[in-house]
T-cell receptor, first 116, second 114 residues
């Protein structure tokens, strides 16, 4: 049983560069979520997909951020023109909806982004 | 607005003693409540959830949590702590009427000494 997979695990880049992260959810899960976690804080919701449709976006998701899930399987999160404040752990989660009961979200190990 | 409060940044307990990690929440509708654990440089691992029914919920690794609607609390408990339980614990809430996003607390670091 493979869990949620995120790549890369770490990304170091210079301010102003673009970065892209990938998330492969648990295979049968139709919902996929992106969260951001900064040091000393809990994860904060960014956006989620049901299959290929992006159904909800947080106000945290500025216009420099874009997420896609083109075939309803893996997802990518791109940050354009990175800023110091983008340094964080980016977490992906997936769940099965509706499933039996209220299915929990299962998280990947995250991509840690460091902006120089 | 939805929110979760974990009033203790750190909880220290000796191995073999009972532990409690506190969580209170605020939602406008009915809550779904969750506990997750995070080890260094890892993602979050699901421990347990409360959706409806029995107020005492049992989860993974011997953890349990008690839902108290009048006190809007969902404290995490374990009868006998292990050193390996040392980690960062997050409480999360989802307002059934407000969407699917989880709202997390800031986390509580549990330290179990031998």
């Amino acid at each position: 049983d493979t869990g949620v997979s995120q790549n890369p695990r770490h990304k170091i880049t210079k301010r102003g560069q673009n970065v892209t992260f990938r998330c492969d959810p648990i295979s049968e899960h139709n919902r996929l979520y992106w969260y951001r976690q900064t040091l000393g804080q809990g994860p904060e919701f960014l956006t989620y997909f049901q299959n290929e449709a992006q159904l909800e976006k947080s106000r945290l998701l500025s216009d420099r951020f874009s997420a896609e899930r083109p075939k309803g399987s893996f997802s990518t999160l791109e940050i354009q023109r990175t800023e110091q404040g983008d340094s964080a752990m980016y977490l992906c989660a997936s769940s099965l909806y509706p499933g039996a009961g209220n299915q929990p979200q299962h998280f990947g190990d995250g991509t840690r982004l460091s902006i120089l | 607005a939805q929110s979760v409060a974990q009033p203790e940044d750190q909880v220290n307990v000796a191995e073999g003693n009972p532990l409690t990690v506190k969580c209170t929440y605020s939602v406008s509708g009915n809550p779904y409540l969750f506990w997750y654990v995070q080890y260094p440089n890892r993602g979050l691992q699901f421990l347990l959830k409360y959706i409806t029914g029995d107020n005492l919920v049992k989860g993974s690794y011997g953890f349990e949590a008690e839902f108290n609607k009048s006190q809007t609390s969902f404290h995490l408990k374990k009868p006998s702590a292990l050193v390996s339980d040392s980690a960062l614990y997050f409480c999360a809430v989802r307002d059934v009427q407000a969407g699917t996003a989880l709202i997390f607390g800031k986390g509580t670091t549990l330290s179990v000494s031998s």
